[in-house]
Each structure stands twice: as C-alpha cells, then as structure tokens.
C-alpha cells in the first residue's frame, strides 16, 4: 500500500510531477544519447587506427618503432610466421608489411609519403585498403609495378589513373633507390590524412626496390575480438627472442587514442553529473514543495502512530516512483534515438577538416555500452534518491499538533 | 483500574512573550467504557488535554497514564507505538489521506500494525458496514459527504482496537442530523466493543449523549457530573 500511496500521491499535482518528469526523461535520454554518441566516437577512433594500418598487434624489429628505417627490418621472417600460424587464436587473420618513407613525384610536385608494401590477398583480409578503392582496381600479387594512391594525393599531384608516380626512398645499401609506379587505383580513406600519407604497391615490388629480399617491416594482426590483444601479444612475445622481435598491442602502438579512450571515461561520467546537478535541483525542490503541501497530512500520519522513518520512506517512495517512471520513459527514447540514428548516424563532414586532426569519422554512429547505460541509471536513482532525503526528513521531524494545527 | 488517570497536568504555551495556560493542574480518572465529553468554551484547554492523552503532546508538569503507560516518562517512538496500538483519534477536519479510498483509510493503521491483507481487507469492510457505508468501500474522501467521511474516520479510529477513542470535536463540522447519526454510532461502538470514547465538545447535542460531562474553564476543571441512567 506504501508504493500505492506514493504512486498516488505523486499525480495529486499533475502539471507539477509531469514538469519534472520531463526534466527527469530529457536528463536520462541525453545521458544515454549522448553517452552512446561519445562511445561512437571513441569507437571509431579505435576502429580507423585499427582498420587503417595498425591492426589489433604489431610485430616489428626491436628498433624499428624507435627508428623506422629500412636497417631495422626484419630480414628472416619465416620463424616470425611459424610463430604466428601456431600461437594465433581461431578467427586472427594477418599480413607482411615493408613499410618507409619514401618521395613520392611526378612531373609537377613531389612529397613525402610512406609506402606501403603488402601482399594484396592478405591485407585485404586485415585492413581497409581494399575495400577503400574508389577508381581503377585493387592490386594483384602480380602488379611489379602498380601503386594505389588517396584521392586527396591525387588531387594534390594534380593527376589520375594511369599516370605515373615515382618513389624515392633509401635501400638497404643506403643508396637512393627509386621506382616508377603506374597509378591503377585511387582509395578514399575515413580521414584525408590517411588519404595523402599512404602509398601502397606490392610487397614484392616494394622488397625489390628497397634490395629488401624476403625482408617485412612488420606484420599487423588481426584479431577476432579486441579484448584479446594483450593475451595474445604476451603468448607471442614469450614465443618470439625479446632481442630481435618486439610485439605490441594496439593501446601501445596508439597511446593517443588509448588515452583519448580513458579520457572519455571521464567525460561521461563528469557529463552524467552536471545533467543530474541540474535535474537534482529540480527533484529537491517538487519534493519539498510536495511536503510542504501535506505539512498536515504528516501531522495526521504520525497522529495515527507513523514513525518519522515511515514518513520518510514514504517521501521516498514518491521518489522513487518519479525517478523509476522517468528513467523508463528516458531509457526508452534513448534507446529508440540511437536505433534511428544507428542506420545513418550523425554526419559530421561540415567538420571534417578539424575533426580528422583529432582522428574522427566523418560521420559518428553512437554505440550504447551496457555500463553507460547502467551508470546513467545508477547517477539518477541513487542520488535522486539521496537528494529526496532532505525533504523526506524534514516531512519526518514535524511535529504532529503543530503539523495538524497548520492551515 | 483507570483507563485515563491525569494527576495534576499543566500545560504552558508560549506566543512571543507571551504566556498562555492552556491547562492548571488537571486531575482526573476515566474507567474503561466511559463515553466522556470534555466540555468547554474555546480555548479553555479540552484540545490540549486531549492531545497531552492521545500522546500527541506533552505536559509540562503532572503525570499521565493511560492504560498502564505513563506517558509522561516515554519517548516519542514509545508515544508512536502507544497511539498506533491503543489510541483512536477522530478530528474535526475528517482528517483523511485524499488518495486512499474509504476501505484502504480504514486499513491504513492496520497496515502500519502489520496486520495481513486479507484480515486487513475483511475488518475494514466489517467496520464500514457497521459505521452505515456498507457499498462505498471504494469511494475516495473527495466522492464522500463530510458525514460519510466522518463515519470513515470513525471507522479508522476502532478498526484497530484501541483502548481509547478521542475525538476532538467530531460533529463541529456537521449538521445536527448527521451529527447525532454519528454520535449513535459512536455510542454504539461504545456500548458494543467496550472502547472508551472521550470527546471534546462545545455541541450541547454531544454533551447530552456522554455519560459523564467533565466542564473545563481557563485550563481548570470546573464540573465533573456522571448521568443517571
């Protein structure tokens, strides 16, 4: 009857419990929103380092993430991959890379790039690169001499498929080796950086330039499940001479992002806050007007023998249902907002220019995690709850001739 | 054995600086069973007195039992749990929770009691019926006459079995026909359950129903009579 007579008494002023309410269900709806907003973005933040080139795992030459030159390659690494086929959990998928910096030029403009050379099933297979191909076509193991290049290079260089590009770079001798490619495909990547720095040719024509033969730079891993990345680079690594391999994960290999990830933790957790702050005002204050309201009603309440901690958990219980009714109707136009928005998501691409600098998407695509979702819902209940006590024990301590005797 | 046993209770109210005696030093003993009127002009004491009974107030000086509590020397939960289990209060102002129905206001100190929902259900029915509301089980204070609500809050008050009944002016607020409905109810509940039913009134109806009228002035108690008959 306790949860009867709250749930009664909070419609005894209708327009006042629907206005908080409302401030309940548009606090929990953004909440849920734009938590799963800002999980989209640090989703994708993960998931273009990882599409992009990193993987879930590297493998390189000890010195080569210190100094990525083409001395710190891994010359043999046919132990590496007989690691790899053994010690790989069902469902991981990798490639060899030879990867450099190299002077990409033609007859107009010349740049600095990183070639990238890949064997093209394989990476296929673990990165973004073929999927990306918007002109011309993807590479063959076969293409000696075939480079695919970003839009925005080729917008840059002011040419187009077909056309030559020549790369530069240092060889293992430590002469200049150079290489005209033919341009048979252009890729557009998630961000136009990534668009203007890679160059990718076949890992047979890159080894041949660089007098690089059987030699990778690394080999990126990828792995069915994110959470398994550091399991799986421990087991490697143990497996692998610590002198000649270093294995690492993608947290290492992207220390921005990881921190950018942690960072997030804390923004959505400081932004539940400030949108309780701002709805606990909101419930202390209808509370408190609901109390002063029944000053009688308490008085007569505990006339009849309640206890001032019945009075309490009775204001409480008001609460209670105000929070549970707004936190359902919230929860429920949260989930729907992001299930409309999940289709085609938020584009961005006015802001692109300055977002990419920060490795966003174009467009964001919210995710709603199942934690958010119940912190959110824990922020609201518990300290809706908490600030409701002050009015619940003020209800508590009056006295009951003095509450009966008020007009 | 008293029911009620006042010895000596006095009772200070202060306004401001001032300082209003509402009782002097009353004594006085009700048995179990009496029907009682306290009557009096206003302000001369009868609400304080009944209050400082019921355990809703305190005195200041003097000693008060009621059926073998001595109230004077409780603690507020202690007054709590003596007004839950051994006191019936009826108010002017009817007095009812507005959201609850007359069956679930009738059940409501019995719930506070622990009583099951079934038993609960059953003797606020009983007592509806008893009180002349036999069909408005379901009616809220706002669908009731001020009589039918009165009737609910007299029903409240006995549903529970208490050992007293105080009613504080009950039929100020009726007319004289529905007032003397309630009055026989009240006398019938009385005569039937044996509950001591103490009114404070200045209805000279109300006083013609007690058999026993104690006339209280200036917070003194000026005429103790018993009715023959």
């Given at each position: 009857m306790f949860l009867q007579l709250g749930w009664r008494n909070i419609w005894r002023n209708r327009r006042r419990t629907l206005v908080i309410l409302t401030a309940v269900v548009i606090g929990v709806w953004s909440m849920i929103l734009l938590g799963a907003l800002m999980r989209g973005i640090a989703d994708q933040f993960v998931s273009n380092g990882i599409a992009t080139l990193t993987g879930h795992i590297q493998a390189h030459?000890?010195?080569?993430?210190?100094?990525?030159?083409?001395?710190?390659?891994?010359?043999?690494?046919?132990?590496?991959?007989?690691?790899?086929?053994?010690?790989?959990?069902?469902?991981?998928?990798?490639?060899?890379?030879?990867?450099?910096?190299?002077?990409a030029s033609?007859?107009?403009?010349?740049?600095?790039?990183?070639?990238?050379?890949?064997?093209?099933?394989?990476?296929?297979?673990?990165?973004?690169?073929?999927?990306?191909?918007?002109?011309?076509?993807?590479?063959?193991?076969?293409?000696?001499?075939?480079?695919?290049?970003?839009?925005?290079?080729?917008?840059?260089f002011e040419t187009k498929l077909g056309r030559k590009l020549v790369l530069m770079s240092q060889d293992t001798e430590g002469e200049i080796a150079s290489?005209?490619?033919?341009?048979?495909?252009?890729?557009?990547?998630?961000?136009?950086?990534?668009?203007?720095?890679?160059?990718?040719?076949?890992?047979?024509?890159?080894?041949?330039?660089?007098?690089?033969?059987?030699?990778?730079?690394?080999?990126?891993?990828l792995l069915a499940e994110h959470g398994q990345a550091k399991q799986v680079a421990d087991t490697l690594q143990a497996e692998l001479p610590a002198a000649e391999y270093a294995?690492?994960?993608?947290?290492?290999?992207?220390?921005?992002?990881?921190?950018?990830?942690?960072?997030?933790?804390?923004?959505?957790?400081?932004?539940?806050?400030?949108?309780?702050?701002?709805?606990?005002?909101?419930?202390?204050?209808?509370?408190?007007?609901?109390?002063?309201?029944?000053?009688?009603?308490?008085?007569?309440?505990?006339?009849?023998?309640m206890k001032p901690w019945w009075i309490v958990k009775g204001v409480l219980i008001e609460s209670f249902c105000l929070l549970v009714l707004g936190m359902a109707i919230g929860n429920?136009?949260?989930?729907?907002?992001?299930?409309?928005?999940?289709?085609?998501?938020?584009?961005?691409?006015?802001?692109?220019?300055?977002?990419?600098?920060?490795?966003?998407?174009?467009?964001?695509?919210?995710?709603?995690?199942?934690?958010?979702?119940?912190?959110?819902?824990?922020?609201?209940?518990?300290?809706?709850?908490?600030?409701?006590?002050y009015p619940a024990v003020k209800a508590g301590r009056f006295t009951p001739v003095e509450a009966l005797a008020h007009t | 054995m008293a029911m009620v046993q006042c010895t000596k209770v006095s009772k200070t109210y202060r306004q401001d600086t001032v300082a209003i005696k509402a009782l002097n030093g009353v004594s006085l003993s009700i048995t179990k069973g009496e029907f009682v009127a306290i009557a009096g002009p206003s302000g001369s004491g009868k609400t304080t007195l009944l209050n400082?009974?019921?355990?809703?107030?305190?005195?200041?000086?003097?000693?008060?039992?009621?059926?073998?509590?001595?109230?004077?020397?409780?603690?507020?939960?202690?007054?709590?749990?003596?007004?839950?289990?051994k006191v019936?209060?009826?108010?002017?102002?009817?007095?009812?929770?507005?959201?609850?129905?007359?069956?679930?206001?009738?059940e409501f100190v019995m719930l506070l009691q622990g009583v099951p929902s079934p038993e609960r259900r059953e003797r606020a029915r009983t007592i509806l019926d008893d009180v002349g509301l036999r069909g408005m089980y379901d009616r809220r204070p706002a669908e009731l006459s001020g009589g039918q609500q009165q009737r609910v809050a007299v029903a409240r008050s006995i549903v529970s079995d208490p050992s007293i009944v105080l009613a504080d002016e009950p039929t100020a607020n009726l007319d004289s026909k529905t007032g003397a409905s309630l009055l026989e109810i009240m006398k019938e509940m009385n005569e039937k359950k044996q509950v001591t039913f103490i009114f404070s009134t200045h209805d000279k109806m109300v006083m013609d129903y007690a058999r026993r009228l104690i006339y209280l002035r200036d917070g003194r108690i000026v005429e103790d009579k018993v009715r023959k008959g």
């Open positions: 030459h000890t010195g080569y993430r210190d100094d990525p030159v083409i001395e710190n390659s891994i010359t043999d690494p046919s132990r590496l991959e007989a690691v790899l086929t053994t010690c790989l959990p069902p469902g991981a998928l990798w490639a060899p890379r030879v990867r450099v910096n190299a002077v033609n007859a107009r403009h010349s740049t600095g790039v990183t070639m990238v050379g890949i064997d093209p099933p394989q990476e296929a297979a673990i990165s973004f690169i073929k999927g990306a191909v918007i002109e011309g076509r993807y590479l063959k193991p076969d293409d000696p001499y075939g480079i695919l290049v970003g839009k925005a290079l080729v917008k840059k290489r005209a490619f033919r341009i048979i495909g252009i890729y557009r990547a998630e961000m136009e950086v990534t668009e203007r720095q890679f160059v990718f040719v076949t890992l047979p024509a890159a080894q041949q330039m660089l007098n690089l033969p059987h030699g990778i730079s690394e080999v990126a891993i294995v690492n994960t993608w947290q290492e290999l992207l220390p921005m992002v990881s921190a950018i990830m942690k960072i997030y933790d804390w923004f959505i957790f400081i932004w539940f806050l400030v949108v309780f702050i701002a709805m606990g005002f909101g419930i202390v204050n209808t509370t408190l007007m609901a109390v002063f309201e029944r000053i009688k009603e308490f008085g007569l309440l505990k006339a009849l023998g429920a136009a949260g989930f729907v907002s992001v299930l409309a928005l999940s289709g085609t998501g938020i584009d961005l691409s006015a802001l692109a220019a300055g977002m990419e600098y920060w490795g966003m998407s174009r467009v964001i695509y919210p995710h709603i995690l199942g934690t958010d979702v119940m912190m959110a819902n824990l922020v609201v209940f518990i300290l809706g709850l908490v600030v409701s006590l | 400082i009974i019921g355990g809703l107030d305190s005195a200041d000086s003097g000693r008060v039992v009621v059926d073998g509590n001595v109230l004077t020397t409780m603690r507020q939960s202690e007054l709590a749990q003596l007004r839950l289990h019936g209060f009826v108010f002017q102002a009817y007095n009812l929770i507005p959201v609850l129905s007359a069956q679930e206001n009738v």
